[in-house]
Structure formats: structure tokens, C-alpha cells
T-cell receptor, first 114, second 118 residues
Framework: AQSVAQPEDQVNVAEGNPLTVKCTYS??????LFWYVQYPNRGLQFLLK??????LVKGSYGFEAEFNKSQTSFHLKKPSALVSDSALYFC????????????FGPGTRLSVLP | ETGVTQSPTHLIKTRGQQVTLRCSSQ?????VSWYQQALGQGPQFIFQ???????GRGNFPPRFSGLQFPNYSSELNVNALELDDSALYLC?????????????????FGPGTRLTVL
């Protein structure tokens, strides 16, 4: 069975500082990994995904994520946080061997302080 | 913004009633997935439709049912509503090739329907 853990409910960072939102996963096969962001009263917006190849994936709004197979992690990063990055972030995994349904983590609330 | 739309935006029902939620997929997408997002939690997969056929189902009872139409829009129906059904219901569309797909197609989400069951 697939599963995703986001070990931090809340991450606080000062504007201009680098940010990291952590994600670890478990799948039986090769993973497809995704990050989404959710603003209040809105749906989920796609940020980036890892399928195969380069372990560092670049996405929207200056975000990037690093895939680490040995640690089964896919942490989201940004070199310089903006106040407008404050939102709820979800990591999701899909097993490459079955269907298309995603398993989402519980989410991490990011607060960027001015 | 994605091209996925959902209606209605908000809905209030009482326990035991039935509800229908609607989703229009993004142009060019043939697959629709439905998710339930309870307050403070991540989205939970309900089911997926590919070319009008159910293509996978999560751990939800049969009173959760769906349809996909020839234009790839979709409906989620919930019968005999319970208080715990109160949640944000999200629709996501994607391209796909069915249950044995090994592609990593991105799912694009609509804004959701907020259902409150009293």
C-alpha cells in the first residue's frame, strides 16, 4: 500500500530565508511524487512532480524538490521565501504500477513571517 | 487557475438526504478523480472515471457513486448523508489511458464544493 508522511504540521520561516517542507513516502514499486499547494477556500494547485531522471526537480513559483531514493524522501524547497508562499502544502505519491489515484499526505502549513 | 470547474460552491444538507456534485474537466482531459478533504486533513481518494467507466475506487461505501458523461464531465452522488460526510469535495481531471496506466499524468484540481451536513 502507498503512504505519505509529512512530519511537520507547521513550518514557520522568515521572509527571505530558505524554506524546506518535508515529505517521506512508501510504495511497493517506483514512485511518482507530486507537490501541491492549497490557499484558503481554494482547490489544490500543482507545483511540481518527479517521475524519473534528475533527482532535483524544478517547479512553479521558484519551488524545487529533491528526490532521495535511499531515504524515501521528496522534500520541497525554496531558496528565498515570500509572505505570499504562506499556504497549506501537500505531498502526494502514486505507485507507477497501478492506476492514477494519488495518496496525499496530511499537509504542512507554511507561514512566512514578514 | 485550472480549467476544472465545480458546482455548487457550497451546499447545506440534512442527515439522510441525497446530494449531487458536478465537475467539468479541463479541455482535452478524459479522466476525472474525486477526493474528499475533511477539515485539517489531506484529500482522500473516492473514485476515478476514465472514458465513462469507473477506473478505481478508494475506501468509501457504495452510497458514494458517480458518473462520467461523454463530454468527460462528471457527477458525484452521495446517498443517505451522514454528519461525517461534511467536507470539501474536490474534483481533478487528467489525461490517462485507464487502469493499467503507468504514466505520471498530473491531476488538475477544481476549487471544490464545500458540503455541510446538519
Amino acid at each position: 500500500a502507498q503512504s505519505v508522511a509529512q512530519p511537520e504540521d507547521q513550518v514557520n520561516v522568515a521572509e527571505g530565508n530558505p524554506l524546506t517542507v518535508k515529505c517521506t513516502y512508501s510504495v511497493s514499486g517506483n514512485p511518482y511524487l507530486f507537490w501541491y499547494v492549497q490557499y484558503p477556500n481554494r482547490g489544490l494547485q500543482f507545483l511540481l512532480k518527479y517521475i524519473t531522471g534528475d533527482n532535483l526537480v524544478k517547479g512553479s513559483y521558484g519551488f524545487e524538490a529533491e528526490f532521495n531514493k535511499s531515504q524515501t524522501s521528496f522534500h520541497l524547497k525554496k531558496p528565498s521565501a515570500l509572505v505570499s508562499d504562506s499556504a497549506l502544502y501537500f505531498c502526494a505519491v502514486r505507485d507507477s504500477g497501478y492506476g492514477q489515484n494519488f495518496v496525499f499526505g496530511p499537509g504542512t502549513r507554511l507561514s512566512v513571517l514578514p | 487557475e485550472t480549467g476544472v470547474t465545480q458546482s455548487p460552491t457550497h451546499l447545506i444538507k440534512t442527515r439522510g438526504q441525497q446530494v449531487t456534485l458536478r465537475c467539468s474537466s479541463q479541455s482535452g482531459h478524459n479522466t476525472v478523480s474525486w477526493y474528499q478533504q475533511a477539515l485539517g486533513q489531506g484529500p482522500q481518494f473516492i473514485f476515478q472515471y476514465y472514458r465513462e467507466e469507473e477506473n478505481g475506487r478508494g475506501n468509501f461505501p457504495p452510497r458514494f457513486s458517480g458518473l462520467q458523461f461523454p463530454n468527460y464531465s462528471s457527477e458525484l452522488n452521495v446517498n443517505a448523508l451522514e454528519l461525517d460526510d461534511s467536507a470539501l469535495y474536490l474534483c481533478a481531471s487528467s489525461t490517462g489511458t485507464g487502469v493499467r496506466s503507468r504514466r505520471a499524468d498530473t491531476q488538475y484540481f477544481g476549487p471544490g464544493t464545500r458540503l455541510t451536513v446538519l
